[in-house]
């Protein structure tokens, strides 16, 4: 089976730095996504990381450690246009190529 | 201009009835899905097609049917409708099932059974 794990929630205020981790135990891991979703909104995509490293795009980057099974998102300079759900899912390398979802994370962004 | 179009929006029915949720993309994308978001906002796949053709079928009662008549448009309709498939049903698609990393997301379908 597969499981990830990432805090349901976060608050941080307008400016500052964010980082939303995800971790993970699956077997034929391919790479990991990160989606946004607002409240009453579709999921978006953000980012994909197949290999070790750091991914910028624009305020927001993601980091992936094949060796740690761990990810996180890391949000620059926050808005309040940034409080939404936050979704790390892992692709499977199983036929169909699937995504796994995790739980979400909750980002409250404050003035 | 809409890349991934569903309909309906809202769909409130009750229990037993059937009932359908369309979904087309304009992307040009092979590869859609059919997604269960629970209240707790857990997303889940149900269903995934390329090309038309079943590649990801989950553990999903078989009162959901799915129905790729082209590679732009997946329908799903579910039979015996029960008050757990009430949900957010999102569509989804991706250029391809290689690419299913990055998938773009209709707005998804509310559906209230009672």
């Known amino acids: 089976g597969q499981s990830l794990e990432q805090p349901s929630e976060v608050t941080a205020v307008e400016g500052a730095i964010v980082q939303i981790n995800c971790t993970y135990q699956t077997s034929g891991f391919y790479g990991l996504s990160w989606y946004q979703q607002h409240d009453g909104g579709a999921p978006t995509f953000l980012s994909y990381n197949a290999l070790d490293g750091l991914e910028e795009t624009g305020r927001f980057s993601s980091f992936l450690s094949r060796s740690d099974s761990y990810g996180y998102l890391l949000l620059q300079e926050l808005q309040m246009k940034d409080s939404a759900s936050y979704f790390c899912?892992?692709?499977?390398?199983?036929?169909?190529?699937?995504?796994?979802f995790g739980a979400g994370t909750i980002l409250r962004v404050k003035s | 201009d809409t890349a991934v179009s569903q309909t309906p929006k809202y769909l409130v029915t009750q229990m037993g009835n059937d009932k359908s949720i369309k979904c087309e993309q304009n992307l040009g994308h092979d590869t859609m899905y059919w997604y269960k978001q629970d209240s707790k906002k857990f997303l889940k796949i149900m269903f995934s097609?390329?090309?038309?053709?079943?590649?990801i079928n989950e553990t999903v009662p078989n009162r959901f049917s799915p129905k790729s008549p082209d590679k732009a448009h997946l329908n799903l309709h579910i039979n015996s409708l029960e008050l757990g498939d009430s949900a957010v049903y999102f569509c989804?698609?991706?250029?391809?099932?290689?690419?299913?990393?990055?998938?773009?997301f209709g707005p998804g379908t509310r559906l209230t059974v009672t």
């Open positions: 899912a892992v692709r499977l390398m199983e036929y169909g190529n699937k995504l796994v």
């Open positions: 097609y390329n090309n038309k053709e079943l590649i």
């Open positions: 989804a698609s991706s250029q391809e099932h290689l690419e299913a990393y990055e998938q773009y």
